[in-house]
């Protein structure tokens, strides 16, 4: 496989469930993100990994956990969700490089959070 | 702080015809761009960048952008319209050691036939 791989693409769970959602990139890169889209809104930056440490993490709430156990994948746990967490959510990941800054996607996880 | 503006949420171009979709953005230091295209339930795919290049950036697809710096913009063009241009497109900024990509609200481009 190449690029960057989400799995599942689509979940749904219960409000007292708990969950995870994975994101593995064979590209190599240092850096990797989780993004939350919504319908209507902008893509939200949730959270950053550089090296495997977080870098970012922009307010959101602790029902998102995230995970970087090494440079090459990412897990968000998900635990007592509400309805509007339900989103399209991505992973992303990048090479911090003066002329490769691209960020990669995967494919997203579609929740719908019930 | 960094920031993009797309300008039309909407906009519907018939086959063959000229594709115009708007960015304006704003950095206090040298930006890093980037267009994006989304189809449905899919992830963002990278259709071009700016890296402090050439201010003229072609892409995949047939896609072109403009840097114009005295305009702050990163228009993105492509001469002639196909169905398949139809999807959601993205502009977006960033500087080098941020890890931080700012994304434009996003232009559903409609092809008619």
């Known amino acids: 496989e190449t690029g960057v791989t989400q799995t599942p693409r689509h979940l749904v769970m219960g409000m007292t469930n708990k969950k995870s959602l994975k994101c593995e990139q064979h590209?190599?890169?240092?850096?990797m993100y989780w993004y939350k889209q919504s319908a209507k809104k902008p893509l939200e930056l949730m959270f950053v990994y550089s090296l495997e440490e977080r870098v970012e993490n922009n307010s959101v709430p602790s029902r998102f956990s995230p995970e970087c156990p090494n440079s090459s994948h990412l897990f968000l746990h998900l635990h007592t969700l509400q309805p509007e967490d339900s989103a399209l959510y991505l992973c992303?990941?990048?090479?911090?490089?003066?002329?490769?800054?691209?960020?990669?996607f995967g494919q997203g996880t579609r929740l719908t959070v019930v | 702080a960094q920031s993009v503006t797309q300008l039309g949420s909407h906009v519907s171009v018939s086959e063959g015809a000229l594709v115009l979709l708007r960015c304006n953005y704003s950095s206090s230091v040298p930006p890093y761009l980037f267009w994006y295209v989304q189809y449905p339930n899919q992830g963002l795919q990278l259709l071009l960048k700016y890296t402090s290049a050439a201010t003229l950036v072609k892409g995949i697809n047939g896609f072109e952008a403009e840097f114009k710096k005295s305009e702050t913009s990163f228009h993105l063009t492509k001469p002639s319209a196909h169905m398949s241009d139809a999807a959601e497109y993205f502009c977006?900024?960033?500087?080098?050691?941020?890890?931080?990509?700012?994304f434009g609200t996003g232009t559903r481009l409609k092809v008619l036939a």
């Open positions: 992303a990941s990048s090479q911090e490089s003066s002329q490769q800054l691209e960020a990669f």
């Open positions: 977006a900024v960033t500087t080098s050691g941020t890890y931080k990509y700012i």
């Open positions: 590209l190599g890169h240092n850096a």
